[in-house]
């Protein structure tokens, strides 16, 4: 499933301009809401894109997973850091 992050200047009041959208433009009802949560908390405008695009990475982990959101443990968000861990390239040594 195709998963995108879509950002509206047109919104409406109080709400995240960035959006978390399925594969039919759908809203992640979910996503949506922490993102409107942290945009009422007044983040600042980077931090909240910053939340959106790890919000979209995290969303396109699960979805492999076949799991229902109900199903998000502490031992899945465990796996999911284990995840990122995996792809950062190791810091090089010194000589």
């Known amino acids: 499933m ?5 950002h509206s ?29 942290q945009h009422a908390r007044q983040l600042s405008p980077r931090s909240v894109r910053a939340y959106a695009y790890d919000l979209l990475h995290f969303t396109r982990w699960f979805q492999d997973r076949a799991q229902s959101l109900s199903a998000i443990t502490e031992s899945t968000l465990l ?13 090089r040594r010194k000589p």
Request: with cysteine; net charge negative.
């Open 9 to 37: 200047s047109a919104v409406q009041t109080g709400a995240c301009p960035y959006r978390l959208l399925d594969h039919q433009d759908h809203p992640i009802a979910w996503a949506n809401e922490f993102l409107d949560a």
């Open 79 to 91: 796996d999911y850091v284990r995840h990122q861990l995996s792809q950062a390239p190791s810091p």
């Open 2 to 6: 195709k998963l995108i992050l879509a």
